[in-house]
């Protein structure tokens, strides 16, 4: 007897992988999660490691007990196994954030001069530099007029960073970070990779791209327990201000008179001042541990092979449109925007939850100005499939897509707090107990 095995047999299993959900009908499906480039489920290993270090929970650094000293191996281990992941180079300094966001922001309290970016990017690269002189590079029609752009920009006026996306979180287009990291040396820039969209994806080659630093999310890699990470070149971060200044930042502090003196410990520990999320630099290196090895071949053959059938599938889908910044970029993430004929994107996000079980994104996705070139301001929808999407998942999207298309959601739906929401909405959206609350209005989508 055969046995067809699909590649997801040879991926790891996440937590969550058979989660059945309510719709609005009354009836249950199976949760289909589309909507990987915004937050990943934990893999399986992962969940397993922060349960089996639970017992272990002991304060980083500072004590003498036993779990201290087990949680201060755990972090430092952490810091080797995430260095490995994005192939740093040995004098390379990795500094655990919160998120890419964070990681972000530390850097730009240690830049010594201007930065530049492109026009694109995802708000958390765009908006990270507010105190200091930041330049926006708008992006050509090809990525080679972008990268004369940039070239362009640098020639006429230096700058001490370059900060550019790998991937883009709405189209999936992949940049050449190589070639911008030869442009930007060049120019005597440093880079920075906002590694958030493309780490899930494919390797994060720091030495290999001789880029500078790189920042990530562990909840964009399969390890959603809070921490982030910025990795590169030290002495920026060592002469920076801390990012978090306090307890576990600092060699010694004297009161002279009215003033505190402070001897400043060099990075990382410069840079996390506070207690560490021990668990979640644990979590988001058992997440680079599982996924080093499979992230160069099974990883990005999967998500092409998924991608080339949705993007057939989406092509069926009467007037749906994707969006595109380059569209001869022919290596991109699992990706896709799009807008459905002149049907608002918050209703075709509700209806693939509430009436098919399906989870996307639809706004504008932190990244405004781009969507003010691609739909002229309008939100979109966005998939993005990850791990453990199946072909059978892609299916059940474009079904229910071109059903969308064809009449309509078949429920009703009306704004409600500034979101598409089904009325009524009879399913219950509060499985543990708790009480439900809407979300925060006004947030940036
Ligand atoms: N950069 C890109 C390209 C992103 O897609 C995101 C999040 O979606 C971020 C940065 C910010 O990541 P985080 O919210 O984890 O800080």
């Given amino acids: 007897m055969t046995i067809a095995l699909s590649r997801t047999d040879f991926l790891p299993s996440v937590v969550g992988d058979d989660l059945t959900v309510p719709l609005v009908d009354g009836t ?5 999660d589309l909507d ?49 992941f994005v192939r740093a180079r040995a004098e390379d300094c990795v500094v655990f954030t919160r998120n890419t966001t964070d990681a972000l922001s530390l850097l730009a309290g240690a830049v010594p001069g201007p ?39 640098l020639a006429a006026r230096p700058a001490a960073l370059v900060a550019v996306t790998g991937a883009s979180n709405v189209t999936g287009e992949i940049l050449p970070v190589a070639d911008v990291v030869a442009l930007a040396h060049a120019a005597g820039a440093r880079v920075c990779v906002d590694a ?76 996390e001042g506070g207690t560490p999320n021990v668990v979640g630099a644990a979590a988001l290196a058992a997440a680079c541990r599982e996924l080093d090895p499979l992230i160069d071949d099974e990883v990005p053959a999967h998500e092409r092979e998924l991608a080339d059938r949705l993007h057939a599938g989406l092509a069926t889908v009467p007037g749906l449109r994707t969006l595109s910044l380059f569209p001869q970029v022919e290596d991109r993430t699992a990706t896709v925007s799009f807008v459905l004929g002149d049907l608002p994107a918050g209703l075709v996000a509700a209806a693939l939850s509430a009436e098919h079980g399906i989870g996307v994104r639809d706004g504008r996705f932190c990244a405004h100005p781009l969507l ?15 791990l453990r999407t199946t072909t059978a998942d892609v299916d059940r999207l474009v079904e229910a897509l071109t059903a969308i298309a064809a009449r309509g959601p078949v429920w009703t739906y009306a704004v409600v707090d500034g979101r598409w929401t089904p009325t009524p909405d009879p399913r219950p959206l509060d499985p543990f107990g708790l009480g439900e609350r809407p979300g925060l209005p006004g947030c940036d989508r």
Avoid at 65 to 79: P, Q
Wanted: glycine share 8%.
């Fill in 28 to 32: 249950h499906a199976r949760y289909c």
């Fill in 36 to 84: 990987s480039a915004a937050s990943t489920p934990s893999l399986r290993a992962v969940a397993d490691h922060v349960t089996e270090l639970a017992p272990y929970y002991g304060s980083v650094h500072r004590g003498a007990g036993y779990t201290s000293r087990v949680c201060t191996s755990l972090l430092e281990n952490a810091r080797a196994d995430v260095a490995r």
């Fill in 115 to 153: 930065v530049v970016t492109l026009d694109l990017e995802h708000h958390a690269t765009l908006l990270a530099w507010r105190d200091g002189e930041h330049r926006v590079v708008r992006a050509g029609r090809t990525v080679d007029d972008t990268l004369d752009a940039l070239r362009t920009e």
């Fill in 196 to 271: 958030a969209q493309l780490a899930p994806h494919r390797r994060v080659d720091l030495a290999g791209w001789d880029a500078d630093y790189v920042a990530l999310s562990a909840h964009k890699i399969y390890a959603p327990y809070g921490a982030g990470v910025l990795v590169g070149r030290r002495d920026w971060l060592d002469a920076a201000d801390p990012h978090l200044a306090g307890g576990g930042a600092v060699r010694s502090v004297a009161v002279a008179g009215d003033t505190t003196e402070v001897s400043w410990l060099p990075a990382p520990q410069r840079h």
């Fill in 372 to 386: 003010a070139r691609l739909t002229g301001g309008d939100d979109a929808v966005r998939v993005s499939l990850g």
